[in-house]
């Protein structure tokens, strides 16, 4: 079968999504692709800040989440060891003032039905087999059905939208990232029973810094249920994964304060964990094609603002380029311009990832400046965490200023005077070097900042695209899908068989066993 | 460009040479012709290498906005429409177009290799058109291609085509030089009438004739030079108040300056094939002691250097003023050669220190 549209858009999650929909909305013919059924799992922890929510209220998802009866969180705390704890309320983006944390199964189900209500055909079970080129331009792909039977789709634009392991970026050739960084930190997360679901408690999203380890808890869905998360050093996976009750007894250990608040929670689920969180930018415009959240940026998950930065990145890419379409340099030209605005808009985010994923304590200065906004319940540096400014732009230079002099007097670190100093002004040139970085805009900049980059990145491994003879059309589950399916209730909120509907018959036997 | 062994590489190989006609501005229908013409022409002789013009993307114009619209990302269409060609016919590509590369425009000749190697090198020498459009390039360069079993490959555009230094960077280190020619007959500042243009045309179309056999005489090696021509070439030659049309030139030239294939403007878009042997190089000739391996009409010189003058300068206040049309795409370059490996990891464009290092 041959058949043309607009754009074709591979995957229909986040970033899908959020694109079709704005090409549809702009009267363009759009057809998705992906290669599940929906509703279908994702590994993802799955928190979404004011600024995110708002991209789904824009997309139109919004109204059918909120009818599986998500927690609206509206407030946050934010602990650093025994005494400084910060607590907010998150600014509000647009109409939207509260996060959110719905599972993946029920949040992208909404994203696909959003989708088709703009009028995107998708096409669950899609699976492409490669991308097609005329006159140096992707112009389509050849994808394989449900029923085995090979098809072309002609397309002025190929969007990728498949994830950290793209078959599109591996396709265009722009698999192997260009610049990169390691994660320090692991995930390891379950759901439980909130017994305090109903007070202010239950709808504040908190994060504890113990020493060098990070623990959150969010309030999810529905209603009653929340995500347990610990983020120490990745290795900890490896024990998360050999002993499981002795991870989590052991972390609860050291996260007194975190224990307090979750330690009455019931009907825990089995941990689900990662540790492959590199992060890292993919050159993602090219003549006829783009490539859109996480296959084009992936940023540390410690921030937890993949998700928003995906639909973002969906969204606006759409309106860049919904226009010049029918013009293929005019479209280039349009499709480079959004690589830069995404760069831009990005890289003080993904050098806040890289800082929050460094093994290490608190540091004393942003300690200070916590300290200095406790008991100033309106939004400010809860900003950073939700986005609603960025690094540069909370995190100012007097305000660092004024932490370092603070974190030097007071000293509860108790390091040498020197050590802290260096310590200190190592983190600000960091600062400084993002504020330098943004101002410059070198487009995909290669040019690593010292001290936030970690080396020995370990981005996704490049798999070929496998050209699957017809018929065969199973795909190997992804090692995230995997690591979610692995446990017997990854979403305790959603039906067993809506999760095992989305996988092989070989999965399922795995999974049963 | 990739170091080159000096061991000598030997062997026959068919080339193609590609005649094409691009419609002034229209790049993506131009690209669009090309893979058509490309994979005919693979379809038709199966050779080893297929040599096109430089300046595919479109010939010169009157326009100066058009012919500078004209210019692509160096990891755009042209290049990705090179690689993918080469990849997936199986033959080594080489063709040039306006490229936009880092802060600045050029016209960068490419040899993409099936093997995903790709080598690309900056014209070195403008003409008066071009250096409106272009910055040069700094230095004559060979390029070792792994298809031709190691050979060093003389790549060569434009008016380096008649230039001694060409020659003499060249001679005793390539096994077979290649590259492509879009010369427009410029019309001299000191004449206006109708019939003097048309004989300076005809002159200039006489020497371009000679120059491949000319370089392979000097260079001792075959030769291979691809031109543009115009879609209606006898109706073109003397119609625009600037230049007097494409004087059009394909040929495959052996060793001893014996031409083996030919196309002129006569014959339009096309392309010709023929069987060459490369190795040893053996000159038949010396390098002239002036900087044109050929005669070049004192008047057609004079004309040059002046337009080429004015043209840089032309460039450079543009340039300042930010009026490129090239320099509203953010802009990315990366290393004159680029490793093979799988298509997926391919190198891209990017902005910073590290497109200047050497790559495997």
């Known amino acids: ?513 | 460009m990739t170091g080159v062994d000096r061991s000598r590489a030997s062997g026959t190989t068919k080339v193609v040479a590609v005649q094409f006609a691009p419609r002034k501005g229209d790049v993506e229908r131009n690209l669009l012709r090309l893979d058509d013409l490309v994979r005919a022409a693979v379809r038709d002789h199966a050779p080893t290498v297929v040599v096109l013009p430089e300046m595919v993307t479109s010939p010169h114009s009157t326009n100066s906005r058009q012919s500078g619209s004209s210019a692509r990302p160096i990891d755009g269409s042209p290049l990705q429409l090179f690689r993918h060609l080469s990849r997936h016919t199986g033959v080594v590509v080489a063709g040039g177009f306006h490229a936009h590369r880092g802060r600045h425009a050029y016209i960068t000749y490419v040899v993409a290799e099936p093997d995903g190697r790709v080598h690309l090198r900056n014209k070195s020498v403008l003409g008066g058109w071009d250096s409106h459009l272009a910055k040069r390039g700094r230095v004559i360069e060979r390029v070792s291609s792994s298809t031709l079993s190691g050979a060093s490959v003389g790549v060569i555009a434009g008016w380096e085509w008649i230039r001694s230094d060409t020659a003499r960077a060249l001679r005793g280190n390539v096994e077979i030089a290649l590259g492509g020619m879009c010369w427009p007959a410029i019309r001299p500042i000191t004449l206006g009438r109708r019939a003097k243009q048309l004989d300076v045309h005809l002159r200039q179309a006489e020497l371009l004739r000679a120059v491949p056999a000319d370089m392979a005489r000097v260079l001792g090696v075959p030769t291979v030079m691809a031109s543009l021509t115009e879609a209606n070439p006898v109706g073109s030659i003397v119609s625009t108040p600037d230049y007097v049309g494409l004087i059009s030139e394909t040929q495959i030239v052996d060793a001893t300056g014996t031409v083996l294939a030919r196309m002129g403007p006569e014959d339009g878009e096309g392309y010709v094939s023929a069987e060459v042997k490369f190795g040893r190089p053996l000159p038949s000739a010396p390098v002239p002691s002036g900087s044109w391996i050929c005669y070049l009409d004192e008047r057609v010189e004079a004309s040059n250097l002046l337009r080429r003058a004015a043209g840089a300068l032309h460039y450079r206040a543009r340039h300042v003023a930010g009026t490129h049309p090239w320099q509203e795409w953010p802009s990315a370059d990366f290393a004159s050669s680029l490793a093979c490996g799988d298509p997926g990891e391919q190198q891209v464009a990017t902005t910073g220190p590290a497109f200047s290092r050497p790559t495997a």
């Open chain 1, 1 to 513: 079968m041959h058949e043309s549209c607009d754009v074709v858009i591979v995957g229909s999650r986040l970033a899908g999504s959020a694109a079709a929909v704005q090409f549809a909305r702009a009267g363009r013919r759009v057809i998705v692709l992906d290669r599940s059924q929906f509703p279908s799992n994702q590994l993802s922890t799955h928190l979404l800040f004011p600024s995110g929510v708002h991209e789904l209220e824009r997309i139109g998802a919004l109204e059918g989440i909120l009818a599986n009866d998500p927690v609206k969180s509206p407030w946050v705390s934010i602990r650093v060891g025994e005494k400084v704890e910060l607590r907010e309320r998150w600014r509000a983006s647009g109409p939207i003032d509260y996060c959110l944390c719905v599972p993946r199964t029920i949040q992208d189900l909404e994203l696909v039905r959003a989708a088709r209500r703009a009028g995107a055909d998708v096409r669950e079970k899609h699976r492409v087999l490669e991308v097609l080129w005329r006159g140096g331009r992707a112009n389509g792909v050849r994808v394989v059905g449900p029923d085995g039977n090979e098809s072309v789709i002609e397309a002025k634009l190929v969007v990728g939208a498949d994830g950290r392991r793209s078959t599109i970026a591996s396709e265009v050739g722009s698999f192997r990232p260009y610049r990169s960084s390691r994660n320090g930190r692991g995930l390891i997360f379950r759901y439980g029973d909130d017994p305090m679901v109903d007070t202010r408690a239950g709808r504040t999203i908190f994060q504890w810094w113990e020493g060098d380890s990070l623990g959150f808890m969010f309030p999810s869905a529905p209603r009653g249920r929340a995500l347990i998360l610990f983020m120490g050093a990745s290795d900890e996976v490896e024990h998360a994964k050999s002993d499981p009750d002795g991870y989590w007894s052991d972390k609860l250990a050291k996260h007194p304060r975190m224990a307090a608040r979750v330690g009455g929670m019931s009907n825990l689920s089995p941990l689900i964990h990662t540790n492959q969180t590199s992060a890292f930018f993919r050159a993602s415009s090219g003549p006829g094609w783009a490539l859109i959240g996480d296959a084009g940026h992936f940023k540390d998950p410690v921030i937890g603002q993949g998700q928003r930065d995906a639909m973002w990145s969906g969204r606006v890419l759409a309106e860049l380029v919904a226009d010049p379409l029918d013009d293929p340099a005019e479209l280039d030209l349009g499709l480079r311009r959004w690589e830069a605005r995404r760069d831009s808009e990005c890289l003080p985010s993904y050098h806040f990832g890289n800082l929050e994923t460094r093994v290490e304590a608190a540091p004393p200065v942003l300690a200070e400046v916590l300290r200095l906004r406790m008991g100033h319940p309106n939004a400010d540096l809860s900003d950073l965490y939700g986005r609603a400014r960025s690094m540069p732009q909370v995190l100012t230079l007097p305000r660092l200023t004024a932490g370092l002099v603070f974190a030097m007097k007071r000293n509860e670190s108790q390091l040498p005077a020197s050590e802290l100093a260096r310590h200190s002004l190592h983190d600000l040139k960091i600062h400084i070097g993002v504020r330098l970085e943004k101002r410059l805009h070198r487009f995909r900049s290669h040019v690593l900042l010292a001290g936030s980059e970690h080396g020995n990145a370990e981005p996704p491994a490049y798999r070929p695209t496998r050209r699957t003879p017809q018929g065969q059309v199973a795909p190997e589950p992804s090692p995230a899908l995997a690591a979610a399916t692995s446990q017997p209730v990854p979403a305790p909120q959603v039906k067993q068989a809506e999760v095992a509907s989305n996988l092989s018959a070989k999965q399922l036997k795995e999974v049963s066993a």
